[in-house]
């Protein structure tokens, strides 16, 4: 609180002060948000301490621990954590890289714009995770299908989020670029390129998301090993304990993906107010 | 403060076009013959900004195209620069024909235009990347010494958004002459800066130009604006633009006290005069209309 004061008085340091106050700012939020979880886990606690709800139902915070212990202390969720992994790490990768580049190409060619907007709409618009079955058929029920299915969910933020990035170039400086008589692919390469980066971001970031729904769905259509495939099997047994491990990493691993985006974000906003 | 940074530009900083300023016949530098410049409006109406344009510029001199807004005098910028093609007549640059945007003309824009992601040095490096004629190291060793010359040295690593409007012109006119344009092209390039700051900048810009010898066409509607940078004034009438009369400016340079000069305030009388009754305020209607396709783009 000391430093909204101090940026009231007015320091001579404007910058430094903004920087404390937004320093305020951010210790306020991690106070309340970390509140707020911890109230959450009492009530929760409180709950299956009095007995509310059975264990089988809602096992309790100690018993969702132990779950993961006991998880981690076998050998089991090591191939459950490579399965999973696998599909993330190559859907996304595969997701970013063909979204980045078709995104591109679809923001600054804008005839092939026109040409493939109808079928991005139309995929779009389906809830993709309903292509799971057909891609089963397709590409069998190994890493390939999961792959894909983890691949066709994350594609289009990227891909609609990088294309409409292109587009939304500033013309002044394009202006300003073909005054010093700049080739198209100088102005894509510093104008284009650089001004859609935050889109770029942007969608990875919804991409991250959707990718994590991508794995759990692909793994429920049948799987050996995947941390999706362990949650289904313990919830056809009622273990609930280990369905809430589960979800916990999968939480986990959606922040971890996430707070690189975001770190990505901040490296490259360095120039935005 | 301006002439003492004018006269710290180092030798690597002398720009080209540093011929002599007296050229005898008539001038084949910049020379407009009878240019018209038509687009079309909404539907079938078309549209004549300007109307058979007669103008030449002489090397290293200062010419403002002064007139209402929205006559046209921006779209003989355009075309002078390349961006537009004039309808009928001639337009030539030494000697040949414009016929596409080039570095030796370099144009400053009324907005800054400077990429939010580049720190101010790369932004003055920018034109210089563009044209691919110089390599990386020497481009940025002129672009400091311009920096030093339009007094921003200490701002080199700074972004954009930390400079002031000002400030952020300053950087737009040195990105400008990195090129070394052989013509200067402004679009009332002050206009959307504060007072003060204007004032300054112009004693730059003309302290500038002085001391690089760098030939300029500057559009403002500002009449003392004009009377204070130019060798000669182009008046234009509303549109379609012509040029209505040419006042040559005899004030001597350095011009940084110019202001408070009975002679500056006669001439400023006269081409508001001259303005005045080539250009009567417009009507609500005309005015609106004007605004609308003024910027001399068609679309």
């Known amino acids: 609180m000391a430093t909204v004061i101090l940026d009231d008085s007015g320091t001579p340091r404007r910058r430094g002060s903004a920087l404390a106050a937004r320093m305020g700012q951010s210790t306020e939020r991690i106070v309340l948000g970390t509140a707020f979880i911890a109230v959450l886990f009492v009530v929760w606690d409180l709950v299956t301490v009095l007995g509310i709800e059975p264990p089988i139902i809602l096992p309790s915070p100690a018993g969702v621990a132990s779950a993961l212990r006991s998880l981690f202390s076998s050998s089991d969720i090591w191939a459950d ?10 859907g996304l990768a595969l997701a970013a890289a063909v979204g980045i580049a078709a995104g591109l190409a679809i923001g600054w060619y804008t005839r092939l714009g026109y040409f493939v907007d109808p079928l ?27 792959v894909a299915l983890v691949f066709l969910i994350s594609v289009f933020p990227v891909l609609v989020n990088t294309s409409s990035g292109v587009r939304s170039l500033d013309p002044h400086l394009v202006r300003v670029a073909h005054c010093f008589g700049a080739s198209d692919l100088k102005i894509f390469r510093t104008i284009a390129l650089p001004g859609s980066v935050p889109f770029i971001l942007g969608g990875l970031r919804l991409a991250v998301g959707q990718s994590l729904i991508g794995v759990f769905v692909a793994e429920l259509l049948g799987a050996q090993h995947g941390i999706g495939a362990m949650i289904d099997n313990a919830g056809q047994q009622f273990q609930t304990d280990i369905v809430f491990a589960g979800l916990l990493i999968f939480a986990a691993a959606g922040m971890l993906l996430t707070a690189i985006v975001r770190w990505l974000e901040r490296r490259f906003d360095a120039w935005r107010v | 403060m301006a002439i003492a940074q004018a006269s710290m530009l180092p030798e690597e900083v002398a720009l080209a076009g540093r011929v002599s300023r007296t050229s005898g016949e008539a001038s084949d ?16 109406e078309i549209i004549l900004a300007i109307d058979r344009i007669d103008l030449s510029v002489d090397r290293g ?23 537009l093609a004039i309808s009928s007549g001639a337009l030539t640059f030494n000697g040949k ?42 481009a940025a060793a002129r672009a400091a010494a311009l920096l030093e010359l339009v007094g921003l040295a200490d701002f080199a690593h700074s972004f954009p958004h930390q400079l002031s409007g000002g400030m952020q012109q300053r950087v737009n006119l ?11 092209l402004l679009d009332e390039p002050f206009a959307s800066v504060d007072a003060q700051a204007r004032e300054a900048l112009q004693i730059e810009l003309l302290a500038i130009c002085n001391r690089a010898e760098v030939t300029a066409l500057f559009v403002t509607h500002d009449v003392s604006e004009a009377v204070f940078l130019a060798d000669r004034i182009c008046v234009f ?6 040029i209505v009369r040419e006042v040559r400016v005899r004030l001597p340079k350095p011009r940084d006290e110019v202001r408070l000069t009975p002679q500056f305030l006669t001439y400023v009388q006269e081409v508001a005069g001259v303005l005045g009754s080539a250009a009567p305020a417009a009507s609500k209607t005309e005015r609106s ?10 679309r």
């Not at chain 2, 009438?237 to 012509?242: E, I, M």
């Open chain 2, 174 to 184: 040195a990105r400008a002459l990195a090129v070394e344009p052989e013509l200067l």
């Open chain 1, 81 to 90: 954590f490579a399965a999973s992994g696998k599909e993330l790490c190559y």
């Open chain 1, 120 to 146: 991005i709409s139309f995929l779009y618009a389906v809830p993709r995770v309903a292509l799971g079955p057909l891609l089963v058929v397709w590409l069998g029920i190994g890493l390939s299908s999961k």
């Open chain 2, 61 to 83: 001199e200062f010419v403002c195209l002064l007139g209402p807004s929205g006559c046209g005098k921006t779209t003989l910028l355009n075309a002078v620069a390349g961006f």
């Open chain 2, 237 to 242: 009438s509303k549109r379609p633009g012509r």
């Open chain 2, 29 to 44: 530098y910049l020379h407009v013959r009878k240019a018209s410049i038509a687009y079309a409006g909404r539907g079938a």
């Open chain 2, 289 to 298: 209309k004007e605004k609308r396709h003024g910027d001399g783009y068609p």
């Open chain 2, 97 to 138: 024909p414009i016929d596409r945007p080039g570095p030796d003309r370099a144009m400053v824009f009324q907005q800054p235009g400077l990429l939010p992601w580049r720190n101010v040095l790369h932004n003055v490096t920018y034109g210089l990347e563009m044209s691919g004629r110089m390599r990386r190291r020497e």
